[in-house]
């Protein structure tokens, strides 16, 4: 496989992994252990937050994949966390939970501008904040460099879920409240959207703690969200009939996929609140509308049978299809809130209001959502 199309195949849903995991924490990320206080690992940030960082989740697995600052070399990764929490309360109250997955192309740890966007925010409301670094199933089955290794075919999509029961798991000693954890994500963190539909994780004969806990959450917000993995149903779904072939063809195409799971196959009744938002309109407002793939240089020709061009996975239409199988499901269909034609600038506007109206029970709305 080219590099060209290498890059093509690992820019698809947002993702650049390659897998080797390893069931052991590994030293890149310390450990919790469960009788050991948390205050021992926070730090005054100065600006009324307090954090704790490079702590382990789950099992501490690690794994490689592309540096993003250089897609010709790996590095190593772990289940690793970093957390952030109002430092006016005390540890010994406990506070709702936001967990953040990020886009391709960063880690876990926040710049300036993102801890202004989204951790602020939920510290102001009386928030903790949590952001993860995790393995995505799509981009994981390559690897980062030439020639790649064999696909591996088994990478999870679960740590995201794992970090909500790891958590849950660990309310009191992080301080959380355990019936109102929230998911946040971009690009590949939109895997959140799929994490919050798909069936709970709870598996309450396991021998391993954290996994006899739920990984339901109360609510999902995502921006540019992939709503598929599935090879054959994005394929179906979004792109054109005669670019089937092109798109098949591990060399000038997309790669084949095992089953990384599709978070439109999983929308079921009992479903938590969903919003999305996205750059751009859909190509249509009642249907979703078969997209042209990209040309081979990255480029997209416009197609006037097909408004809207060419197919990309940040494509509005992705989000178009989710609210198409939300209202499948007359139950929870006012459950999914999709906002077209919105600033990437602003695509984290409010997120924390949203949150606010579904804690459980219900509370009072912070000062800032007032109105809102």
Request: charged share 15%.
């Amino acid at each position: 496989m080219s590099r060209a199309s290498l890059r093509a195949a690992l820019a698809l849903l947002g993702c650049s992994l390659c897998v080797a995991a390893s069931p052991a924490f590994a030293a890149g990320c310390t450990p919790l252990p469960p009788a050991e206080s948390l205050s021992g690992h926070l730090v005054d940030l100065g600006n009324g937050m307090v954090s704790a960082q490079d702590l382990c989740y789950a099992a501490g697995a690690h794994w490689r994949e592309a540096d993003p600052h250089n897609d010709t070399q790996n590095v190593t990764l772990y289940q690793r966390f970093d957390y952030y929490r109002p430092k006016q309360v005390p540890l010994t109250q406990s506070v709702p939970l936001v967990i953040w997955a990020h886009p391709n192309g960063q880690t876990e740890k926040l710049n300036i501008t993102r801890r202004q966007q989204l951790v602020a925010p939920a510290a102001r409301a009386g928030f903790a904040f949590m952001s993860i670094e995790f393995r995505h199933p799509v981009g994981s089955q390559l690897a980062a460099t030439e020639p790649p290794t064999p696909p591996n075919l088994d990478v999870p999509h679960t740590d995201i879920a794992r970090a909500v029961q790891w958590v849950r798991s660990r309310a009191q000693q992080l301080g959380i409240d355990a019936n109102n954890i929230f998911l946040i994500g971009q690009s590949r963190g939109s895997l959140g959207v799929l994490t919050a539909l798909m069936p709970d994780q709870q598996d309450a004969s396991s021998g391993t703690d954290y996994l006899r806990f739920s990984s339901r959450v109360n609510a999902v917000f995502a921006a540019q969200a992939q709503t598929t993995y599935e090879h054959a149903q994005v394929r179906d779904t979004f792109i054109v009939a005669s670019d089937w072939p092109r798109f098949d063809d591990p060399l000038l195409g997309y790669p084949f996929f095992h089953h990384p799971g599709s978070a439109l196959d999983e929308v079921s009744d009992d479903d938590p609140p969903v919003m999305l938002r996205y750059e751009r309109a859909p190509t249509d407002a009642q249907r979703v509308v078969p997209l042209h793939m990209a040309n081979a240089d990255g480029s997209c020709t416009p197609d006037p049978k097909v408004p809207g061009g060419c197919f990309d996975v940040h494509h509005p239409n992705f989000g178009l299809a989710l609210r198409l199988a939300f209202d499948q499901h007359p139950p929870i269909a006012d459950n999914l809130v999709v906002q077209y034609e919105v600033p990437s600038t602003h695509f984290f506007d409010g997120y924390i209001c949203f949150f606010a109206r579904h804690l459980t029970p219900s509370a009072q709305m912070p000062e800032a959502c007032t109105g809102s």
